[in-house]
């Protein structure tokens, strides 16, 4: 059942971002990658982040999740505002309070299932709940193979591990990038509902990082991101509702950079004239 956008504005908040700006390099080569984005994802809420290639999607999920540290604005996780966090207290943030999906799984080959899920507790110097490994592991369909190794499992199995991983600490959010753009259509059906389930059971936050308006469908919610800025969202989407929108997106980005190019190319001229006119004078 979808949530309704009263819902989602109800429910207490896992993750602010407020004027979060991410810029890259210096001077006249400084890349603006996010521009004073401000938004906030409630407890039990699922959202998909989009936008046309080089929106700011990756660099606004690693300055959410911690990964990455804004340029100026602030970011706030289950209540814990991130500025001023040392390095050591950002990696207990992180395998506390949250969870992250990868397209590419990040699994250790030489470790069992069981071993990958179970790994960021023991680094963390915590025991093992055994009780509650097995149970996500039953939970993502894994509980028969948790003395398998990557190599014997199907991409899909693997990104169960995966998400088994982030699930099994009861992470306040749990970060997604990409998480199906390796899979079949089916397999990465099965995924996203995985994904969807401890949103509902649980009363996690989930925020998927996606291009495929199929995968944005399952969310709550999908934000939409533009030249690293907030360009809209849709409440209870359906995959055409978010192409649609993908295109309009894409299309004005492009006029956006055929503008950028022609303007450069006129101020590139305009500067070779004057060159030239300089050129001229001093040759008098």
Known sequence: MRRTQETIERSADSVVL????????KGGGAVVALDGVSISFARGTFTAVMGPSGSGKSTFLHCAAGLDRPTSGSVQIDGRPLAGLKERQL??????????VFQSFNLLPALTVWQNVTLPQELDGRRTNRAAVTE??????LGDRHKH?????SGGQQQ???IARALVARPAVIFADEPTGALDTQTAADVLELLREPVRSQGQTVVMVTHDPVAASYADQVVFLADGRLAGNLIAPTAEQVADRLTHLG??????????????SASSSSSSAAADDQRLVAGR
Do not use: C, K
Request: no cysteine; hydrophobic share 35%.
């Open 91 to 100: 990696t207990e943030l992180r395998r506390e309070r949250i969870g992250f």
């Open 149 to 153: 190794r990557p190599g014997e499992l």
């Open 136 to 141: 996500v592991l039953e939970r993502v369909g």
């Open 160 to 162: 169960r591990v995966a």
């Open 251 to 264: 299309a004005r980005a492009a006029r956006a950079r055929t503008a950028h190019a022609e303007t450069s």
């Open 18 to 25: 407020q004027d979060v700006r991410r810029v890259y390099g």
